[in-house]
Antibody, heavy 119, light 108 residues
Framework: QVQLQESGPGLVKPSQTLSLTCTVS??????????WTWIRQPAGKGLEWIGR???????NYHPSLKSRVTVSIDTSNNQFSLNLSSVTAADTAVYYC???????????WGQGTLVTVSS | EIVLTQSPGTLSLSPGERATLSCRAS???????LAWYQQKPGQAPRLLFY???SRAAGIADRFSGSGSGTEFTLTISRLEPEDSAVYYC?????????FGQGTKLEIK
């Protein structure tokens, strides 16, 4: 059974970089053809797709965040990561990591981690 | 970007009743790469349907998905108290992927 677990600071200061890691267990992150994805959800609001990294390393980002986002994969540690620079209060949200395969939606999700941007 | 609009915003029904949730897309979602998720407070979304009408593993047959093009529907028959949640549609056909704003289902 694949499991995903987010980790990282719960509090980030404005203008700094938000960094989160998603650790994948129950399977190798480099086997199969999957899109390892970050999604966020502000309190009481809907879901926003942030970006993804393909097993082979190709990345795609939401156009509204593209200038500030980097998603990368670390196959040696079975992890993938999110860096979001120049954060503001608007970036305060629960951040989820999730797995997607071609032609299918997100089948496995992490439990989510709350990141608050505040001084 | 494909914009998904869900209606109604909130639905309040009694156990045993039938719920009909709508998701309208601003452009046609072919294939169709349209999914539905259920999210309960403090939990991650749970996949209910993919391909508009294919039920995910472990999902009760009281749940059904249908639709094509720009109009999609999630139907829940014989509502149970545990169906209380927010339901989201999601298009994964084109980038950036997008979600509807959600329909909150309350069981009286």
């Amino acid at each position: 059974q694949v499991q995903l677990q987010e980790s990282g600071p719960g509090l980030v200061k404005p203008s700094q970089t938000l960094s989160l890691t998603c650790t994948v267990s129950g399977g190798s992150i480099s086997s199969g053809y999957y899109y390892w994805t970050w999604i966020r959800q502000p309190a009481g609001k809907g879901l926003e797709w942030i970006g993804r990294v393909y097993t082979g390393g190709t990345t795609n980002y939401h156009p509204s965040l593209k200038s500030r986002v980097t998603v990368s994969i670390d196959t040696s540690n079975n992890q993938f990561s999110l860096n979001l620079s120049s954060v503001t209060a608007a970036d305060t949200a629960v951040y989820y990591c999730a797995r997607k395969s071609a032609g299918l939606p997100f089948d496995y999700w992490g439990q989510g981690t709350l990141v608050t941007v505040s001084s | 970007e494909i914009v998904l609009t869900q209606s109604p915003g909130t639905l309040s029904l009694s156990p045993g009743e039938r719920a009909t949730l709508s998701c309208r897309a601003s452009q046609s979602v072919t294939s169709p790469y349209l999914a539905w998720y259920q999210q309960k407070p403090g939990q991650a979304p749970r996949l209910l349907f993919y391909g508009a009408s294919s039920r995910a593993a472990g999902i009760a047959d009281r749940f059904s998905g249908s639709g094509s093009g720009t109009e999609f529907t999630l139907t829940i028959s014989r509502l149970e108290p545990e169906d209380s949640a927010v339901y989201y549609c999601h298009q994964y056909e084109s980038s950036p992927q997008s979600f509807g704003q959600g329909t909150k289902l309350e069981i009286k």
